[in-house]
């Protein structure tokens, strides 16, 4: 388990959309984890506020790590996002998932964003299918030891 984690950590920190947004994966373990990512100007909607598609980056960034922590690829089947309250520019954005429902197949997560003094900015409800596959980067780098 140990592997697995620190190799989606990894991935994350290689990820190019994650780089692009500057998101950091600060936490993870099985089936929870936690990203942040700074508000940025070049975030905003045609109101000034934060884009929904950078709060929805985030939120996906920490469904991704969680549902894909037990080191089987899981995919996304559905996301429903409510969005509660704007953050607001240069606050840090913290969006933590945690499992609430894992089986042979399926798994159900519950991810909140918040920013730092606490406040509640959107919530969102997901859905992914488990591939019964393991993760393709753990287990290429395992391939490539057992070789040497």
């Known amino acids: 388990m140990k592997e697995v984690l620190e190799k989606i950590t990894q991935r994350v920190k290689e990820e190019p959309f994650a780089q692009l947004l500057g998101m950091q994966l600060k936490d993870i373990g099985p089936g929870r984890s936690i990203v942040e990512m700074t508000f940025r100007p070049e975030m905003e909607n045609i ?14 960034e920490a469904f991704e790590t969680a549902s894909n922590s037990h080191g089987t690829v899981a995919v996304a089947l559905n996301m429903n996002i409510t969005f509660i309250h704007p953050p607001s520019l240069g606050s840090i954005l913290r969006a933590e998932a945690q499992e609430v ?16 003094e606490g406040h509640l900015l959107a919530t969102c409800q997901a859905l992914v299918y488990r591939k019964g596959q393991k993760l393709p980067f753990v287990e290429e780098e395992k391939g490539d030891r057992e070789d040497n």
Not at 47 to 60: K, T
Not at 101 to 116: E, K
């Open 47 to 60: 109101h000034g506020m934060a884009h929904g598609g950078a709060i929805f980056a985030l939120v996906d």
């Open 101 to 116: 429902s894992l089986t042979h197949r399926t798994a159900s997560y519950l991810i909140n964003v918040t920013d730092a």
